[in-house]
């Protein structure tokens, strides 16, 4: 039983807290038995795995929480990512909000059968924040990294105004869906370069556009319907 706060377990999980010290290690912090449960599901085993009340007194292990109410278990894994591809892929630049990354990439694990892409100025999607909110499925469909010139198939940006709807375009197979931030989106350097653009209409009442992972994840479903999935 761990009893002291200096103990090299809690100090190494606390250091994993920290971007850059995560990339050098390649490793992440799956905190509580469901992220821990989808790492395992996923056939990665943790390189430490700390249980309250049997490995760790649960204050210490609170203590290098990143959830304000603490866990009973954190697991430090290995990040694992992919390579670009398959029909239905997600190209994201810019999105550097972790939760956005890690809705998105639940999004594709549900809607997509390829992974999410990240280019230039993305948020890591190992921190816990996007973690937790991709609900484990950066375990099961880990994301990609690669920059714009390194996609394969069709190039459909959305776009919140003055492109078709996207019912209206049919981007063929295979096809990256491609993303900005909701504040800037995509630059125009990218916009040039891809096959085309869609947006996800709004009602007139409406806001001016959605958030970012929740265009995508209409999107998603409509290219799933239109291809007959849905």
């Known amino acids: ?16 807290h920290d971007k850059r010290h995560r990339e050098r290690a390649g490793l992440c912090v799956a905190e509580g038995e469901d992220l821990v449960e989808a790492a395992r599901a ?47 892929s997600v190209y994201l630049h810019g999105v550097a909000d972790p939760g956005n990354v890690g809705t998105l990439i639940r999004s594709a694990h549900a809607l997509a059968d390829g992974p999410v892409v990240l280019g230039p100025g993305c948020a890591d999607p190992w921190s816990p924040k ?42 063929g197979r295979p096809v990256v869906l491609c993303l900005g931030a ?3 989106g995509l ?21 001016d556009s959605l958030n970012v992972a929740m265009a995508a994840t209409a999107a998603l479903y409509e290219l799933n319907r239109m291809a007959g999935h849905a």
Do not use: Y
Not at 49 to 78: H, K, M, Q, Y
């Open 1 to 16: 039983m761990i009893t002291s706060k200096d103990n090299p377990g809690l100090k190494a999980i606390k250091r994993l």
């Open 42 to 88: 996923a056939g990665l085993e943790p390189e430490l795995l700390l249980v309250a009340g049997e490995d760790v007194e649960p204050r210490l292990l609170e203590g290098v929480s990143t959830l304000g109410s603490g866990t009973r278990v954190i697991g430090v894994f290995p990040q694992v990512w992919s390579e670009p591809g398959g029909d239905v």
């Open 130 to 171: 996007a973690i937790r909110a991709s609900m484990g499925s950066v375990f099961a469909r880990p994301p990609a990294r690669a920059s714009f010139d390194e996609l394969h198939g069709a190039t459909l940006a959305l776009v919140p105004r003055d492109a078709p709807a996207l019912w209206e375009v049919d981007p």
């Open 182 to 184: 909701e504040r800037s």
């Open 187 to 207: 630059p125009d350097a990218v916009l040039e370069l891809c096959s085309g653009r869609a947006r996800v209409p709004v009602r007139p009442d409406g806001p």
